[in-house]
């Protein structure tokens, strides 16, 4: 089993930054690659970022440019820096660790960008 705890939400303006945390319970990111997700009101929840356990990151389009996913494999930590936050960006946000045969997620972080 694999507990992740994801942290760094919060309410920030238009144009702000913030760091989203997802501390893993051990160490897995030489097994797992690691993910973020967002889910707004009402809607599915639709992938963000995902970082692989070779280095290898992705984003996804509305975010290239101003989101980062970084990881410190000493702290058991992944991180989602954003950048240049627009409202659109509302939403909780998950974290992901994602193997062959197991998929884990975070409980959420919520983030709200007031215009």
């Known amino acids: 089993q694999v507990q992740l705890v994801e942290s760094g939400g919060g309410l920030v303006q238009a144009g702000g930054s913030l760091r989203l945390s997802c501390a893993a319970s051990?160490?897995?990111?030489?097994?797992?690659?690691m993910g973020w997700y967002r889910q707004a009101p009402g809607k599915q929840r639709d992938f963000v970022a995902r970082?692989?356990?070779?280095?290898?990151?992705n984003y996804t389009d509305s975010v290239k440019g101003r989101f980062t996913i970084s990881r410190d494999n000493a702290k058991n930590t992944v991180y989602l820096q954003m950048n240049s936050l627009k409202p659109e960006d509302t939403a909780v946000y998950y974290c992901?660790?994602?193997?062959?045969?197991?998929?884990?997620w975070g409980q959420g972080t919520q983030v709200t960008v007031s215009s």
């Open positions: 992901n660790a994602q193997a062959q045969f197991h998929n884990y």
């Open positions: 970082l692989t356990t070779t280095g290898r990151t």
């Open positions: 051990r160490s897995i990111f030489s097994s797992y690659a």
